[in-house]
C-alpha cells in the first residue's frame, strides 16, 4: 500500500498534544483495534476517527468497530501546511457531451463558494478523468434541489445528477428513487451520528438504548435509515421523530431539553457546534446512526444510462485505487476545519 503523506483537518483543529504519541503513516491492525482506538493511539484523539475512515475507502460501507486483523491502513499523519487549491477540470466545457446538475449550499460536499467547488464535486471530475474514453461534461447549478430529479433528470434536461443517497431499494424497489433512477457506486460514504447534551447524554451502544428517546431531524432530510436492516424505529413506533424546520433548530430543542439527540451528518452537526460555539455543550456519540453513500443518478428511460453509468463506475473505481482520491478528501478535510478554526 502507498504512503499518504496528509495534512488533516482534525489534526489542525485539536492540535498535536505536543507530539506525545508516534503517527505511523502506514498500520496494520492489531487484534481488538477498532477505528477508534487506532485514531487515539496514533492521532491523539478517538474522535478522530473518521479523518482514517476517509482516507481508507475501502473501509467505507464497512463496521468502524469491526476491522480485519493485518489489514494495512493509511493513517493521515500531520505534515507541513498545504494550500487549499482545486484540481484542473480540463474536461468540464459549455458544449460537452454530458451536462450533470448540482446544488450549491451543501458543503463540503457541493458549494460553489469551496474549492473545486466542494469534496464530491471534484471526486465527480477526478472520476471523469479515469474513465475508458474520458468524454466532456458540463455541470449546472439548480440550487432548489426539488427540481433535480423532476423534472430536470426525468425529463432528461440533463443527463445525470449528484450527490444523492440512495434508499434500501432491495427492501423497498417501489420507492421513488429506486423505482425511477439507476445509482453509481458510492462517492463516499457519509456518516450520520447522534449529537446529544453533554449535560444529560444518551447513551448508543445498542439499538435498544434509543427505544422511547425523542430524536430530532431536519425537515427534508432521510429518514428511512432509522428502518433499514429490520431496526424499524418508525415503523414500529420505538422512537419519537421530531422534524424541525432547519438543523439549527433540531439543535435549539436539544438545548432546551425536548428532544433527546440530533442525527445529522457529523460535518452539518460539527459545523453547526463549532460555529455556535456548542463545544462544551453538546458532544456527538461515536457509535454511528447509519452510514449512507453519496452517488451519481441518472434516469432509468435515459437511452443511454446503462452506457454512462459503466463509464463513471469505471472511473471512480479507478480513482478509488489512486493517491488522488485521498488527496481530494484530505484536502477538504483540512479546508473544512480550517473554516471552522477562522
Known amino acids: 500500500m502507498k504512503t499518504y503523506p496528509l495534512l488533516t483537518a ?11 504519541w508516534a503517527c505511523q503513516p502506514n498500520y496494520i491492525v492489531k487484534d481488538g483495534d477498532t ?23 475501502e473501509l467505507q460501507g ?12 493509511v493513517i493521515p499523519c500531520p505534515a507541513g501546511s498545504v494550500v487549499v487549491e482545486a484540481d484542473p477540470t480540463p474536461l468540464q466545457q459549455v458544449d460537452a457531451e454530458l451536462t450533470l446538475v448540482t446544488g450549491s ?54 443527463d ?12 423497498n424497489p417501489s420507492q421513488y428513487r429506486c423505482a425511477n433512477f439507476h445509482f453509481s457506486d458510492p462517492l463516499l460514504d457519509l456518516v450520520m451520528l447522534f ?14 438504548d434509543v427505544f422511547g428517546k425523542n430524536i430530532c431531524r431536519p425537515k427534508g432530510f432521510l429518514t428511512y435509515d432509522l428502518d433499514q436492516d429490520g431496526r424499524n424505529w418508525l415503523a414500529d413506533e420505538l422512537i419519537t421523530l421530531t422534524v424541525a424546520p ?26 453547526i457546534t463549532y460555529n455556535r460555539g456548542l463545544n462544551d455543550q453538546v458532544s456527538a456519540l461515536p457509535k454511528p446512526v447509519s452510514i449512507q453513500g453519496l452517488h451519481v443518478v441518472i434516469s432509468k428511460r435515459h437511452w443511454r444510462g446503462t452506457t454512462h453509468l459503466y463509464r463513471f463506475n469505471a472511473g ?13 478528501v484530505s484536502r477538504h478535510l483540512n479546508y473544512f476545519w480550517e473554516r471552522l478554526k477562522g
Open 316 to 328: 471512480l473505481a479507478a480513482l478509488k485505487q489512486s493517491d488522488r482520491y485521498n488527496e481530494i
Open 195 to 208: 449529537f446529544v447534551n453533554t449535560d444529560n447524554p444518551m447513551r448508543f451502544e445498542t439499538d435498544n
Open 62 to 73: 464497512g463496521s468502524l468497530l469491526d476491522v480485519a486483523v493485518g489489514k494495512e491502513l
Open 105 to 158: 449550499n451543501y458543503a463540503p460536499f457541493t458549494d460553489r463558494g469551496w474549492p473545486g467547488n466542494g469534496m464530491v464535486t471534484e471526486l465527480v471530475n477526478a472520476a471523469f478523468e479515469e474513465t475508458p474514453e474520458p468524454v466532456t461534461f458540463a455541470i449546472v447549478w439548480e440550487d432548489d434541489w426539488s427540481q433535480h430529479l423532476n423534472p430536470m433528470l426525468e425529463e432528461k434536461v440533463v
Open 246 to 271: 432547519t438543523a439549527e433548530a433540531c439543535f435549539d430543542l436539544l438545548l432546551e431539553g425536548k428532544v433527546d439527540a440530533v442525527s445529522v451528518n457529523e460535518f452539518l452537526g460539527t459545523e
Open 160 to 171: 445525470m445528477g449528484f450527490p444523492w443517497y440512495r434508499p434500501n431499494c432491495e427492501a
Open 35 to 57: 477505528l477508534f482506538t487506532i485514531a487515539e493511539e496514533q492521532l491523539g484523539d478517538l474522535t478522530k476517527w473518521s479523518l482514517i475512515f476517509y482516507n481508507n475507502p
Open 10 to 20: 482534525a489534526v489542525l483543529q485539536f492540535g498535536l498534544a505536543g507530539g506525545a
